[in-house]
């Protein structure tokens, strides 16, 4: 193991590895093979600069292992990553000690055979558990989007339809849970919007939730026999290749995806156009750039190397997007997936942005709470412009696909089967929000759910007749087993009259 010197290379990719490996509802084979690319070429430039001062590619080698090694510890991942940042004292200490390293190594005579031994090796060690987890999670399926087609009837209207998907914003008493903050279906109410008051996600998730209303349906075809698998892939082919989609371009609508830095929404190929910003670092790098020793380059690129200023950035100009194409010739479908009030939790009350220092200082009550004002002012903006400025009356669906993670449910391996009560009705309730004009809005109801959303929409204007589906509610397991589903339904709605009882 001393012939070879490869240990930078290996520590370079390990915590893009080990992202990967323990973030199972985030992978993509395209992502994970983008980023190893990106860090390797950056660690491989390092070692030729260090080559070349240290005229010792053993020297070279180890004097970047470490210097690799102190920057990952600081990584701010969310996943443990960033601890020795919490003692002040401990980084500059730690700069002391591998200045002292880098001198000893420039003048050490010996070839450090040694050393460069128990760095291969110890690179190997540390590769190897994510390296066995990915591998372990076997090959991504090539099957998963619903084939089976919308049958449009006696066509009355093809209306500009608007698709708006604010992630994680919960229903009424979710709102004014965590922070009090005020609930926007009030408003679309007085704008001619049809708000049912009992409305929840057909799924706790968002790749399972948007899987099932850009089908129309439920996903029991897509994960049959897949209850152990961790598998992602047939659930986000199913994003990207959604019947929605097709229904509206085989009736001649183009179709604006405008994505959010989350892969399965990220771009759409079924889409006339797909509309995003700073997308060519994938994000697992950018979380790598989240250190404090490169956090006066970051600054100095300001979005293009911060996750958290993009997603603020991303958001903005996407409303404005949305908004400037209303009075654009249609027919159109315009679908917007925007991460608030997701965190990261980048918007204060007013739309400015919120510094993570700033997020830390704050309770996770308020944070979510002006994430939800910003939001609520996004809503506004956009639904009076595409009101205002849109040729002919257009329908528009506003929804949250999953309520927030109550606190202490947010980990992966949580067990939902554990979850209380209120944790249960808050994960689930959501925003649902329907402006159908020139439909018969009766078939609307208060406990409607995605999975009828479009069903109701194809109906009232292509004469699909679809039936409607019950509206479910599925559990998950856990993020490590999101296949292995339970019907919660009947117990939602006996917790919802109980809450209503109480009060």
């Known amino acids: 193991m001393t012939r070879f010197t490869f240990h930078p290379l290996l520590f370079a990719i390990l915590p893009v590895l080990s992202m990967f490996a323990a973030n199972p509802g985030q992978r993509s084979g395209h992502e ?90 110890a690179s190997v060690g540390a590769v190897l558990p994510p390296v066995i987890a990915l591998l372990g999670m076997g090959p991504q399926a090539a099957a998963g989007a619903s084939n089976q087609a919308i049958v449009a009837g006696t066509v009355k ?48 998730k968002t790749a399972l939730s948007l899987s099932s209303s850009l089908n129309a349906d439920y996903l029991d075809d897509v994960v049959r ?32 995806h405008l994505g959010s830095w989350f892969y399965p929404t990220r771009e759409n190929p079924q889409a006339t156009s797909n509309v995003n910003y700073y997308t060519t670092i994938p994000r697992a790098v950018l979380r790598l750039f989240d250190s404090q020793s490169f956090a006066p380059v970051q600054r100095a690129f300001g979005p293009w190397l911060d996750d958290r200023l993009q997603n603020w950035h991303r958001v903005r100009r996407q409303v404005d997007d949305v908004i400037r194409l209303a009075p654009t010739p ?24 919120v510094t993570k220092a700033e997020e830390r200082k704050r309770s996770f009550d308020e944070n979510y709470a002006n994430q939800v004002i910003a939001a609520n002012a996004m809503i506004r903006r956009m639904v009076d412009g595409i009101l205002r400025d849109s040729p002919s009356p257009p329908v528009i669906i506003v929804q949250g696909d999953e309520g927030p993670y109550p606190p202490g449910t947010g980990r992966e391996e949580f067990d939902w089967r554990t979850a209380t009560q209120a944790q249960l009705l808050q994960k689930t309730g959501i925003l649902n929000a329907y402006y159908l004009p020139g439909a018969d809005t009766s078939v609307l109801y208060p406990t409607i759910s995605p999975v009828n959303s479009f069903r109701v929409v194809f109906n009232s204007y292509f004469g699909a007749n679809l039936p409607l589906l019950p509206d479910r509610t599925l559990r998950q397991i856990s993020d490590f ?3 292995a589903f339970d019907d919660i339904t009947s117990q939602l709605t006996m917790m919802a009259r109980s809450d209503v009882r109480a009060e």
């Open 32 to 121: 994970l093979r983008d980023s190893l690319a990106i860090v390797l070429v950056a660690s491989g430039l390092l070692l030729l600069v260090a080559a070349a001062v240290y005229r010792s590619i053993r020297k070279a080698a180890l004097a970047v292992s470490v210097l690799l090694l102190v920057w990952w510890v600081q990584v701010d991942d969310g996943s443990g990553g960033g601890w020795l940042r919490q003692w002040r004292f401990v980084m500059p200490l730690t700069y002391a000690v591998v200045l002292v390293w880098l001198v000893w190594l420039y003048r050490r005579k010996t070839p450090l055979t040694g050393l460069t031994g128990f760095a291969n090796w």
């Open 157 to 204: 209207a093809k209306p500009d339809i608007y698709y708006l998907v604010f992630d994680r914003y919960g229903d009424a008493s979710t709102t004014a849970a965590f922070g009090g903050a005020e609930y926007i279906g009030d408003y679309l109410a007085t704008r001619g919007f049809y708000v049912p008051q009992a409305s929840r996600s057909n799924y706790m």
């Open 225 to 256: 026999g897949r209850e152990q698998s961790e598998d992602w892939e047939p659930v986000y082919r199913n994003i990207w290749h959604h019947r929605v989609g097709r229904f509206l371009r085989s009736q001649g609508y183009s179709y604006t």
């Open 330 to 353: 249609g027919p159109k479908f315009v679908f917007l997936h925007v991460l608030v009030p997701h965190p990261p939790y980048v918007f204060a009350r007013d739309g400015g942005y």
């Open 481 to 483: 087993k999101p296949f």
